[in-house]
């Protein structure tokens, strides 16, 4: 058994709350097990100068954490985002842009702003897997109102953390287990079960082809789940 009494192949629970906000286009407050992110999408009538006249719209996405999202105090970013920081806005980025037929979105910009409350590993991971719910209530209004194709929305995205702790294959590992991970893999995935990104390292060694393949599979079977949440936040 686990730290905290799952199986191996058992996922924290999760909870997501779509429109948890009032006042932005789209959002969602995410939790899973302890971690907790909040995210809220923004939709504005144009786009960076690099895209301008080019007849299709962007996705971005910021992320942060609250001083207190941890156990000991983080100061705050006051000087620009770190390099950590940044990492994960591009990952979150990139993962939510594989949502979105950016052609069909026009010149558009959507802003995808993922704000950790409380960090116990995995926040990145439930940043796109909330993100995507924000998106997609956001991009929905439009539809609705008659500005957007409903294919705009290309596909659904979720992503989730597999990795190997004393040699066990876990998956959805909270931060204990991560802090102590010989391999640790972020995995997103789309709706048709294709892969947007995998991100993956041995902090300890190596591992091998098949170590890879089962991983995979492990974060297949977690993702298979978060889709299914998100298809019920989103009440489709």
């Excluded at 948890?20 to 960076?48: F, H, K, N, Q």
Aim: net charge negative; charged share 25%.
């Amino acid at each position: 058994m686990r730290f905290d009494g799952r199986a191996n192949d058992e996922m924290r629970p999760v909870v997501i709350t779509p429109g948890y906000l009032d006042y932005p286009e789209g959002s969602a407050l995410i939790e899973v097990g302890r971690t907790r992110v909040i995210c809220a999408a923004t939709i504005e009538e144009r786009v960076p100068t690099w895209l301008r006249d080019q007849g299709q719209g962007w996705v971005t996405a910021q992320y942060g954490m609250l001083p207190r999202a941890t156990h000991e105090r983080t100061p705050r970013e006051t000087r620009g985002p770190r390099d950590r920081t940044q990492e994960i806005r591009r990952l979150i980025g990139r993962s939510l842009r594989a949502a979105v037929d950016l052609h069909l979105l026009g010149e558009r910009t959507v802003t995808i702003d993922c704000d950790v409350i409380q960090a116990d590993g995995g926040t990145r991971t439930a940043s796109v897997t909330g993100g995507y719910v924000a998106l997609a209530i956001a991009l929905r209004t439009l539809i609705q109102g008659g500005l957007l194709a409903p294919s705009v929305l290309a596909t659904s995205v979720a992503a989730i953390s597999v990795g190997i702790v004393q040699d066990e294959l876990l998956l959805d590992m909270n931060y204990q287990e991560d802090s102590q991970a010989q391999v640790d893999l972020n995995v997103v995935m789309n709706g048709s079960r294709g892969y947007v990104e995998v991100q993956g390292t041995a902090e300890q060694g190596s591992f091998t082809r098949d170590m890879m393949d089962e991983l995979l599979g492990l974060a297949e079977k977690g993702i298979e789940q978060l889709l299914k949440l998100q298809r019920d936040a989103c009440g489709r």
